[in-house]
């Protein structure tokens, strides 16, 4: 296809869904995974040992700083 992606970001990673298909298309590019909830950090994780260049981080991304209020639904998707 030509594209040459360096880095990809997977915000709201969840299970990595996301993550793991886009590298399965770009598998040179490192991947970036932000994700709050620690339910689904050992599906992160694993991604990262399969993939050396994957990073997750347990993290909520906002455009401001400071302390917010995080609604999960019950079954962690679409929170």
């Known amino acids: ?44 994780e694993e991604t990262c040992r399969q993939h050396p260049k994957a990073q997750v981080v347990q993290a909520v991304a906002s455009a401001t700083p400071g302390t917010r209020t995080l609604h999960v639904h019950p079954d962690l998707f679409g929170s």
């Not at 993550?19 to 599906?43: D, I, K, N, W, Y």
């Open 1 to 44: 296809n030509g594209l040459q992606v360096g880095t990809l970001l997977d915000v709201g990673a969840g299970r990595g869904d996301f993550a793991r298909e886009a590298l399965g298309f770009f598998p040179t590019a490192q991947a970036l995974m932000v994700e709050p909830l620690s339910e689904f950090a050992s599906r992160l």
